[in-house]
């Protein structure tokens, strides 16, 4: 189904869908003070992942929300943190949606905080609102500051309140699973499975995390991508030496470290490591119009990073992104901040990868290893002792690190092009739609492991400094999240 096709059945429906769309947003203006309360309660709830007694007292306070809003809910116990599980069934329905959601959050800093993070502060700009939590009424544009407000505790909040504001007027089951592990890589949510299969079976997933497109309008993301991190380090001389007496003389690891990483990419950005793109078939058509229907400002963020011309690995930002990618994230050798003059014993890149689904992690790292030894290096896995130090004249060590694979669930699948018109149906336009969100979520596991179609719905606003200081929410986008939700649950 096109882009076209969508549109015009949009406005067949539009009519419909608009008295839909209106009911709800009456419903969430009635209500604005329960919500509000409700997520307030929430937020004051620490909730790091490693604290454990907190953890499970969000745990049971979710619970209890579930069940005060229609829905039958228990705790999933896991090796880990527990899962929030609840369900709401409709009688005769052929189709089960899934949910997937978090309640733990990022550790923080207090020093770096304007107020304390797990007491929720509202404002208008600069100015905080006395008395916040008393009011009926809360204007779009106001925001409301606590740890987790954005990522994320508010799509718990509206997801709840999606379910009263359609009355139990679903099209499908609804099922929705609450992690308490996500911020940590979810290390417990895959092997939950084999224990809890039978509850978490479903037709379709939909993952309720991360922020929609910058332009404000509703959002799907149909994958994203995943991750392998790498250390690369070279090795020269086995104690730091005079660059005085023995420049010119003993190789220098940093200077050959930053050859060897030059040797992997070329003048445009793209890659030379043989094989990196290979397995990434061509795009279609139809997905390049779904790449070319997201409304990026390329000058922009241009002009806003300080940059006069990007990297070619793609013709846009979303084509770059279908496409793995390597990146040096740090660099360390010798002295700087020091007038030490010496030849250091080693240099270090820290690299990662970024995967999509046609790119595993571990071939991937092979083609990496096989580019360091076509430059004539000797690589191995841990440091080098005398015997190959002086056997090989190129010596390096590759160690491969954090590994979290890519998902996508096409944009033209039957599932996600349900998706597709129930968001456009509700809103009377098409959502942005992103074939592949260029950061990583630790769900590929638990999504391959269900053999399920996946689709991000984000509801957040995306300058909601999410794992930094300070996260917000703006109050907008938790009543058009609203709305979004309910779309989805009536499909």
């Known amino acids: 189904m096109t882009i076209l096709r969508i549109s015009l059945l949009a406005a067949v429906a539009a009519l419909a869908y608009g008295q839909e769309r209106a009911a709800v947003e009456t419903w969430v203006a009635s209500h604005q003070r329960r919500i509000m309360g409700e997520f307030d309660e929430l937020l004051r709830i620490p909730n790091v992942g490693t ?10 306070f979710i619970r209890g929300l579930l069940e005060r809003h229609g829905m039958q809910a228990e705790l999933l116990e ?11 069934n ?28 797990f007491r929720p502060v509202m404002r208008d700009g600069a ?19 606590a740890r987790s407000a954005s990522d994320d505790k508010a799509p718990i909040v509206a997801f709840c309140a999606a379910m009263d504001a359609l009355e139990g007027k679903f099209a499908s089951n609804i099922h929705v699973v609450i992690d308490g592990e996500e911020e940590m890589g979810s290390p417990s949510l895959t092997a939950a499975i084999g224990r809890y299969r039978d509850k978490l079976k479903a ?7 991360g922020p929609v497109h910058p332009n404000g309008r509703p959002t799907l993301a149909f994958g994203a991508r995943g991750i392998v991190t790498l250390d690369l380090t070279v090795y020269g001389p086995k104690m730091a030496l005079h660059s005085g007496h023995y420049g010119n003389w003993i190789p220098n690891p940093a200077i050959r470290l930053a050859q060897l990483l030059a040797s992997m990419k070329d003048e445009q950005g793209r890659t030379t490591i043989e094989g990196f793109y290979a397995d990434v078939p061509a795009l279609t058509a139809e997905e390049r119009r779904v790449l070319r229907s997201v409304p990026d400002d390329e000058p922009a963020l241009l002009k806003l990073f300080g940059v006069a011309k990007p990297d070619a690995v793609g013709e846009s930002l979303q084509e770059a992104l279908q496409f793995p990618s390597l990146n040096v994230r740090g660099m360390r050798s010798g002295y700087v901040d020091e007038p030490r003059t010496i030849i250091p014993t080693e240099a270090t890149a820290a690299i990662d990868m970024r995967l999509v689904k046609e790119t595993p992690a571990a071939r991937m790292v092979e083609r990496v290893r096989a580019h360091i030894e076509k430059q004539g290096y000797h690589v191995s896995e841990s440091e080098p002792d005398d015997a190959t130090r002086l056997k090989y004249p190129k010596v390096a060590r590759l160690k491969a690190g954090e590994t979290m694979e890519a998902y996508r669930t096409e944009p033209e699948s039957a599932e996600a092009m349900r998706v597709t018109l ?3 149906r509700m809103w009377g336009a098409e959502p942005v739609r992103i074939r592949t969100m260029g950061g990583t979520v630790p769900i590929a596991p638990f999504i391959r492991e269900l053999g399920v179609p996946a689709v991000g719905v984000p509801i957040v606003n995306f300058d909601n400094n999410q794992h930094s200081d300070n996260e917000n929410l703006r109050v907008g986008n938790l009543w058009s999240g609203i709305v979004t939700l309910a779309a989805t649950m009536g499909m």
């Open 51 to 60: 604290d454990r007694a907190n953890i499970r007292r969000n745990a049971e």
């Open 78 to 88: 896991t090796a880990g943190n527990p899962l929030v599980y609840a369900e709401r």
């Open 90 to 117: 409709v009688p005769g329905a052929a189709r089960t949606v899934l949910y997937y959601i978090h309640y733990d959050g990022q550790p923080v800093d207090l020093s770096r905080w304007k107020t304390d993070p």
């Open 127 to 145: 100015w905080d609102i006395a008395g916040w939590a008393a009011l009926e009424k809360f204007p779009d544009d106001w925001r409301i500051y």
């Open 203 to 209: 037709s379709l997933l939909l993952i309720l995390d």
């Open 422 to 424: 129930a968001l456009t």
